[in-house]
């Protein structure tokens, strides 16, 4: 794997926003086909930080080194981002957020204009250096003009890894944007609610879409920047790579199967999935297997309980299929058959498997105390006519269809609920994820 898989390089993306007689507008520019999962993406502008943006420091104006970074929350380096997104917002779309030695915005028309936007190729090549751009043409950057509103890094697992700040700026008076057929070719001009509308077929990028979400709630610039100047904690946001229906994709915090994905793929693979699949075995751990029912989606989980015997928690809903589907999931013969409750479904699924396998069968109604040895720990509740289980060496719970409240379960020692519908939810306490 490459070394950027591993340490992420750091880039700078501008979001740059403009008011229309429709309402606030956001710009996108098409990304250059470059056999990448970002070809063909519709993003903002924006690229890799590179070495030669720290001389433009003094190129800055609004904002000091150290501000930058104290905004930024790094410990130096933090005004290289925003001389970052300044000159790769140039080199891309052609908008230039500076300002001459009068102090006003640098106006891109005319013949002084042609002569900027003719060095924009040269200076994404390397053969111009922006600090000398800067000098040559008496330009001051206006940093200030930047509002420091996204922290991305890319999931673990891709072959390019980015650590991307976003910045916020209104499209500078006497400007227009003009993609420069090389690393963009196309754009477009867009209301966020347009952006994200699914009649609006273009490819964006999730930290794209999740940029323009933000920006849908604000009717204009005014009260958009309202907003990106008040003090607030600007998050780092990991996704995490899965596997659906439609092939890998990166999935956030708020998905219902973030904390699975992150316990079953904690390297990055990109091969757990995100979605539930009925029928398909899946192996949560060396010892449990989830299997989902068809059009219910209820689950039924099998335990290893030692010397490879296996117990079944809730065999599941009536039907032949699911419950030859248990039987041929099994490892290992099944020993146990435990109910969380005594619906009538259950505890006929229970009597049908136990005439396959000769299990022992347990459950709120029928609860002898004997359990396989301290493997699997049952208790009573927490609602009535219920039990749960316990699988003491990965500290999950197997409570079934019960709401159970978080107290009981710290008393317990909890880490994971496995609940009868769903993806596996963690108890544990929220840390800093290794990036």
């Known amino acids: 794997m490459k070394a950027d898989a591993v340490n992420p390089r ?46 433009c420091h003094g190129a800055c104006i609004g904002l000091d080194a150290a501000r930058a970074s104290a905004l930024l929350g790094v410990e130096a380096g933090g005004l290289d981002y925003y001389v970052a997104a300044i000159r790769e917002c140039f080199e891309e779309a052609g908008l230039l957020f500076a300002v001459d030695e009068g102090g006003q915005f640098v106006n891109m028309h005319g013949e002084s204009g042609g002569r900027l936007s003719a060095l924009r190729g040269p200076l994404n090549s390397g053969d111009c250096e922006f600090a000398d751009f800067c000098r040559d043409f008496g330009l001051r950057l206006s940093a200030d003009r930047l509002f420091y509103i996204g922290h991305w890094l890319t999931p673990k697992g891709r072959a390019k890894r980015f650590d991307t700040r976003f910045f916020l700026a209104v499209l500078p008076d006497g400007q227009a944007s003009v993609h420069d057929e090389v690393e963009t070719v196309e754009q477009v001009w867009l209301p966020p609610v347009a952006a994200l509308s699914p009649e609006n077929t273009r490819r964006l990028m999730t930290p794209t879409r999740a940029m323009i979400e933000q920006l849908a709630v604000f009717s204009d610039t005014g009260a958009l920047l309202d907003w990106a100047r008040s003090r607030r904690e600007v998050p780092c946001v990991l996704p995490r790579l899965a596997t659906s229906h439609v092939g890998p994709c990166p999935i956030l915090s708020n998905h219902p199967a973030w904390a699975e994905v992150g316990r079953l793929d904690p390297d990055g693979r990109g091969d757990a999935w995100c979605e539930i699949r009925p029928g398909v075995p899946v192996r949560l751990s060396p010892g449990v297997l989830r299997l989902s029912a068809g059009e219910s989606g209820c689950h039924s989980y099998l335990v290893d309980v030692g010397r490879n015997e296996w117990a079944v928690i809730d065999p599941g809903p009536r039907g ?54 301290t493997t699997l720990r049952a208790f009573p509740g927490p609602t009535g006519n219920a039990m749960s289980y316990l699988l003491v060496r990965e500290k999950i719970l197997f409570a079934g269809a019960q709401a159970v409240p978080r107290a009981w379960l710290a008393e317990q020692d909890v880490a994971w609920l496995a609940p009868r519908q769903g993806f596996l939810v963690t108890l544990l306490s929220t840390t800093k994820e290794k990036r």
């Open 10 to 55: 750091v880039a700078a993306t501008l979001v740059v926003v403009r008011d229309a007689p429709s309402g606030l507008e956001v710009l996108l520019l098409r990304r250059a086909d470059k056999g990448d999962h970002n070809s063909g993406a519709w993003v903002f502008p924006g690229g890799l930080v590179d070495a030669g943006d720290r001389r």
């Open 320 to 373: 032949e299929d699911h419950l030859n589907a248990v039987i041929a999931a099994a490892p290992g013969p099944i020993r146990w058959i435990f109910l969380t409750d005594g619906e009538a479904e259950q505890l006929e699924s229970a009597a049908r498997l136990q005439a396959h396998t000769g299990a022992q069968v347990h459950g709120p109604q029928s609860h002898n105390g004997v359990e396989p040895a």
